[in-house]
T-cell receptor, first 115, second 112 residues
Framework: AQKITQTQPGMFVQEKEAVTLDCTYD???????LFWYKQPSSGEMIFLIY??????QNATEGRYSLNFQKARKSANLVISASQLGDSAMYFC????????????FGTGTRLKVLA | DSGVTQTPKHLITATGQRVTLRCSPR?????VYWYQQSLDQGLQFLIQ???????AKGNILERFSAQQFPDLHSELNLSSLELGDSALYFC???????????FGPGTRLTVT
């Protein structure tokens, strides 16, 4: 069965520092996608970054990068130069990209950026 | 702004009632997904439609149903509401199954 694990319920980071949010996954599928979403206190879910299972390079989107280690089944999110506006809940998610659709979310990590 | 719209933003209703949540996907997106987010259960996938047809079902109760119309907007119907149905309900859309999803602002349902 597919599973996403986020072991850090909460984290603090100093403004302008980098932070890594952990995500491990379990799947027997060969073709899948990994995603990170941000949910600020206002409640909306914001798509941040995507990594396909066959992508050889780590995905990057501005200050966000995804550290994809396929053999270890990890997909950590790295936020560089943290800003106060990065304080939010972060969810890791996985989707199956072939066969019966399945899309699951982790339990999230609450990040607090300190001034 | 993700381009996905949801109405209403807030809904307060009594147990036993029925409500309809509405979602319009981003322009060009054929897939619509519904999620329920509650404090104790996290974010749960309910159901997916693709171009008017049901594509996948998740943890959707039999009291809940959904449909996607020819103009691609979707509605989620919740009936015989219980206190435990109080949650934030998200709609999301994507250009293809398995692609990144763009979420609407959510409908906060409170059942009293």
């Amino acid at each position: 069965a597919q599973k996403i694990t986020q072991t850090q319920p909460g984290m603090f980071v100093q403004e302008k520092e980098a932070v890594t949010l952990d995500c491990t996954y379990d799947t027997s599928d060969q073709s899948y996608g990994l995603f990170w979403y941000k949910q600020p206190s206002s409640g909306e879910m914001i798509f941040l970054i995507y990594q396909g299972s066959y992508d050889e390079q780590n995905a990057t989107e501005g200050r966000y990068s995804l550290n994809f280690q396929k053999a270890r089944k990890s997909a950590n999110l790295v936020i560089s130069a943290s800003q106060l506006g990065d304080s939010a809940m972060y969810f890791c998610a996985m989707s199956r990209t072939s066969g019966t659709y399945k899309y699951i979310f982790g339990t999230g990590t609450r990040l607090k950026v300190l001034a | 702004d993700s381009g996905v719209t949801q109405t209403p933003k807030h809904l307060i209703t009594a147990t036993g009632q029925r409500v309809t949540l509405r979602c319009s996907p981003r322009s060009g997106d054929l897939s619509v997904y519904w999620y329920q987010q509650s404090l104790d259960q996290g974010l749960q996938f309910l159901i997916q439609y693709y171009n008017g047809e049901e594509r996948a079902k998740g943890n959707i109760l039999e009291r809940f149903s959904a449909q996607q119309f020819p103009d691609l907007h979707s509605e989620l119907n919740l009936s015989s509401l219980e206190l435990g149905d109080s949650a934030l309900y998200f709609c999301a859309s994507s250009v293809a199954t398995g692609a990144e999803q763009y979420f609407g602002p959510g409908t906060r349902l409170t059942v009293t």
